[in-house]
């Protein structure tokens, strides 16, 4: 989330009706087969790291590491969140969008969240693939000085040799027969940093990622990450000056039986994206 022909991601944020959400209150057969999960192996694994982490935090050399590691705020001296952290705010989510992703936050810690956590969402869609719609939504969600230089970052991450390793082909495009997916879903967000003008937000996500289809060497598998963002307000709105993501926390993984080949892009292509408020 590359150079090559242009495509929009099935239920993602190109498409329409979406729904609004708070911020949690609290010769092969089939390779998803109904099998039960097991162990990565080692190919999987690569694809999820270079998937999810080049996918979305190709602009990390911008990302600032530094940083204020004392409790923000919203925690309590133990370094708990106090109960209402994580409640919804009650205040009125964004009506505006632009290129399909939500715009026009409040200028305050709750907008600063909301912003962090639609723009992992888009970061992390399908179209990021796609050269022309990656630019488009770098320029909406992207500090206007930084830009050109995400810009170029992202070009010489997206590249033929990637495209292949996650399954697609060498211009980008989606193998015929098969529907690709690539989504983030965040879960909560905090704000650890924060004066007039900028905010520090790590978005704690959920991302997907791989080709949904019978004989697919690349099934969509699963992986929890978070994100750090470092915002500015600036034009009057968020903006990204830098980002940086490491993993986790992650759940124990469940026993869930896997979804076929049919149902996962079923699923996909039925199932549309939130915009989330904090």
């Known amino acids: 989330m590359s150079l090559g022909d242009e495509h929009e991601p099935s239920g993602g944020y190109g498409g329409t ?37 080049v996918l979305l935090i190709a602009a990390i050399a911008f990302a600032n590491r530094g940083g204020d590691d004392s409790p923000s705020g919203g925690e309590t001296s ?49 179209e990021m693939f796609s050269k022309t719609r990656r630019d488009a939504i770098l320029q909406t969600i992207i500090t206007p000085s930084r830009v050109s230089s995400f810009e170029a970052t992202l070009d ?39 004066s007039g003008n900028n905010a520090t937000v790590e978005v704690w996500c959920s991302g997907l990622l791989g080709l949904a289809g019978e004989n697919s060497t690349n099934p969509v598998t ?22 940086s993501q490491k993993d986790g926390p992650a759940p124990v993984p469940g026993d869930d039986r896997a979804s076929s080949a049919d149902e996962m892009a079923k699923a996909v292509e039925e199932y549309g994206g939130f915009t989330y408020a904090r």
Do not use: C
């Open 17 to 53: 009706g979406h729904t609004r959400t708070r911020l949690p209150e609290g010769g092969g057969g089939d390779v998803y087969g109904g099998a039960r999960r097991g162990p990565r192996s080692s190919s999987r694994s690569l694809i999820t790291v270079v998937g999810v982490v």
């Open 222 to 243: 699963n992986n929890w990450f978070t994100i750090t963002m470092n915002l500015e307000w600036t034009g009057g709105d968020w903006k990204i000056v830098t980002h």
């Open 156 to 194: 010489q991450a997206y590249t033929s040799a990637f495209n292949k390793n996650v399954g697609l082909n060498e211009d980008g495009s989606t193998p015929q027969g098969y529907t690709f997916v690539s989504r983030t879903s965040p879960i909560g967000t905090k704000v650890t940093e924060a």
């Open 78 to 126: 133990a370094g708990k969140p106090e109960a209402g952290s994580t409640a919804a705010s009650g205040e009125r989510p964004v009506e505006s969008t632009a290129g399909g992703i939500p715009t026009g936050y409040a200028h305050n810690q709750q907008g600063a969240e909301s912003a962090a956590a639609n723009y992992s969402v888009a970061l992390g869609s399908a």
